[in-house]
Antibody, heavy 120, light 106 residues
Framework: EVQLVESGGGLVQPGGSLRLSCVAS????????MNWVRQAPGKGLEWVSY????????YYADSVKGRFTISRDNAKNSLYLQMNSLRAEDTAMYYC?????????????WGQGTVVTVSS | SYELTQPPSVSVSPGQTATITCAGH??????VCWYQQKPGQSPVLVIY???VRPSGIPERFSASNSGNTATLTISGTQAMDEADYYC?????????FGGGTKLTVL
């Protein structure tokens, strides 16, 4: 059974840092590109960051560029998101998402998410 | 930056056909995906590559993409289809979601 389990969320003050983790099971993480997608309370989906299977390619949304860093450890079946200089507008549920890459790309599996709250 | 525009809400009676649109510049030149999100749950892929249903998605879900508009169609809508629906594309080096459409079945 495919599983993506996020952790590391919590309450942090503005300007603070958090590191989110996502542990994958039921499939070989190294075969997939991965993403982080977030959803602010009562709002829509917002893509945050992408990392290719081999880590050769990394992309960020403009809203987090320079503050967030995506990484992965395929040996540990894990995906990470280091979030620095956090702002109130970063408050959201953060989802770890598996992406199928081929003739077309799509998100075929989403984790349950971890909540990040940025507040003083 | 590229934008996708969806109607905030769509209402449909049970058994009728629901149509949800997603508009973007030359959207027909991109592959569109659709995701369903029920309250308190993670999104689920319902359509990829414009009109392909993943395994396990009912046949009543179909979609098309041409010109500047992609359309998700739910035929014989059921109460269980009430959810938020999001369209999504890749644009250059970014992933873009539409703002989402709340489908109400009443």
């Amino acid at each position: 059974e495919v599983q993506l389990v996020e952790s590391g969320g919590g309450l942090v003050q503005p300007g603070g840092s958090l590191r989110l983790s996502c542990v994958a099971s039921g499939f070989t993480l190294s075969s997939y590109s991965m993403n982080w997608v977030r959803q602010a309370p009562g709002k829509g989906l917002e893509w945050v960051s992408y990392i290719s299977s081999s880590t050769n390619t990394i992309y960020y949304a403009d809203s987090v560029k320079g503050r967030f860093t995506i990484s992965r450890d395929n040996a540990k079946n894990s995906l990470y998101l280091q979030m620095n200089s956090l702002r109130a507008e970063d408050t959201a549920m953060y989802y770890c998402v598996r992406e199928v890459v081929g003739a077309t790309d799509y998100f075929d599996f989403w984790g349950q998410g971890t909540v990040v709250t940025v507040s003083s | 930056s590229y934008e996708l525009t969806q109607p905030p809400s769509v209402s449909v009676s049970p058994g009728q056909t629901a149509t949800i649109t997603c508009a973007g510049h030359n959207l027909g030149n991109k592959y569109v995906c659709w995701y369903q999100q029920k309250p308190g749950q993670s999104p689920v892929l319902v359509i990829y590559q414009d009109n392909v249903r993943p395994s396990g998605i009912p046949e009543r879900f179909s979609a098309s993409n041409s010109g500047n508009t992609a359309t998700l169609t739910i035929s014989g809508t059921q109460a269980m289809d009430e959810a938020d629906y999001y369209c999504q594309v890749w644009d250059s080096s970014a992933i873009i979601f539409g703002g989402g459409t709340k489908l109400t079945v009443l």
